[in-house]
């Protein structure tokens, strides 16, 4: 499967954003899709996860409630909703899709090494 994320944007904080991420190649409701971001001079960070079937969803404390993860698997996408960003929220933001996991155990589900698949990231900016 490719997966190509949208949404790149400039934002005052306070404001939002919605990040889609675009598959193709495969059919997206057979991986379990992930959101990460990374920082200039950080790690790439685990932000969002969502099942398969959409049913289950994991998201850090630190961002819930301003982060929701949703998909539309009859559009083969996947979204990031985003509100009330800071700006430490600033970040290049890449969509990953695994397709035999099991995002139950927090261990595998935000481990960069558990998703096979990547996008090419895109830049949210939020400025102060």
């Known amino acids: 499967v490719q997966l190509q994320a949208f949404g790149e944007g400039l934002v005052q904080a306070g404001g939002s954003l919605r990040l889609s991420c675009a598959a193709s190649g495969d059919i997206i409701g057979s991986y379990n899709m992930a959101w990460f971001r990374q920082a200039p001079g950080k790690e790439r960070e685990f932000v969002s996860v969502?099942?398969?079937?959409?049913?289950?969803?994991f998201t850090p404390n630190s961002l819930k409630g301003r982060f929701t993860i949703s998909r539309d698997n009859a559009k083969n996408t996947v979204y990031l909703q985003m509100n009330n960003l800071k700006p430490e929220d600033t970040a290049v933001y890449y969509c990953a899709a695994d397709r035999e996991g099991n995002i139950l155990a927090k261990r595998n589900r935000e481990s960069v090494r558990f998703y096979e698949y990547w996008g090419q990231g895109t830049l949210v900016t939020v400025s102060s």
């Open positions: 969502i099942s398969r079937s959409g049913g289950t969803t």
